[in-house]
């Protein structure tokens, strides 16, 4: 999942905190001894923040025994639009058992790019149903349509 942080320290990273352990008192560097108690306990403490986004989606794929394809399917998460670079919230859902294609995708801001509802057997020209590249010979005898079969899912355009 693809992630981002954000360095909130100072420019010279985060400062340690001296503290009196006997009573709280804040202390310098420079002591070696608590002014207000006298102690020579000291506790230091130094703490930073970061900031990170996480990006999550859920796959979920119901099958039958001796179906090559799984009967419902529904994909729902974070996605980046690859042409853009932004971020999509995606809820899709292919229902093969009863025909539906359900699909809609939203924006970082909420606004709606794209929503599809209609029956899965009218759902042409999209995704795995686009049309076929042309195979053309690659290294030898193997053929390749130039697409990579490991490259993540990827949202239709709107």
Same mark, same amino acid.
């Given at each position: 999942?693809?992630?981002?942080?954000?360095?909130?320290?100072?420019?010279?990273?985060?400062?340690?905190t001296i503290r009196c352990m006997n009573c709280g008192?804040?202390?310098?560097?420079?002591?070696?001894?608590?002014?207000?108690?006298?102690?020579?306990?000291?506790?230091?403490?130094?703490?930073?923040?970061?900031?990170?986004?996480?990006?999550? &989606?859920?796959?979920?794929?119901?099958?039958?025994?001796?179906? %090559?394809?799984?009967?419902?399917? $529904? =994909?729902?998460? +974070?996605?980046?639009?690859?042409?853009?670079?932004?971020?999509?919230?995606?809820?899709?859902?292919?229902? &093969?058992?009863?025909?539906?294609?359900?699909?809609?995708?939203? %924006?970082?801001?909420?606004?709606? $790019? =794209?929503?599809? +509802?209609?029956?899965?057997?009218?759902?042409?020209?999209?995704?795995?149903?686009?049309?076929?590249?042309?195979?053309?010979?690659?290294?030898?005898?193997?053929?390749?349509?130039?697409?990579?079969?490991?490259?993540?899912?990827?949202? +239709?355009?709107?």
């Open positions: 999942m693809p992630m981002s942080a954000q360095d909130h320290s100072s420019q010279d990273g985060p400062q340690p008192a804040p202390l310098s560097p420079a002591h070696s001894a608590c002014p207000e108690c006298g102690s020579g306990h000291q506790q230091i403490s130094v703490s930073d923040s970061v900031t990170l986004d996480l990006k999550a &989606r859920v796959v979920l794929m119901q099958w039958k025994p001796g179906r %090559d394809k799984p009967y419902r399917e $529904v =994909r729902s998460g +974070e996605s980046c639009f690859q042409k853009t670079g932004e971020w999509h919230r995606i809820h899709r859902i292919i229902d &093969r058992e009863n025909d539906w294609y359900f699909e809609h995708i939203e %924006d970082e801001h909420g606004t709606v $790019v =794209r929503h599809c +509802e209609e029956p899965l057997t009218q759902h042409r020209g999209h995704g795995s149903a686009k049309k076929k590249l042309p195979q053309v010979a690659d290294r030898g005898d193997q053929l390749s349509t130039g697409i990579d079969p490991t490259a993540p899912d990827t949202e +239709e355009g709107p």
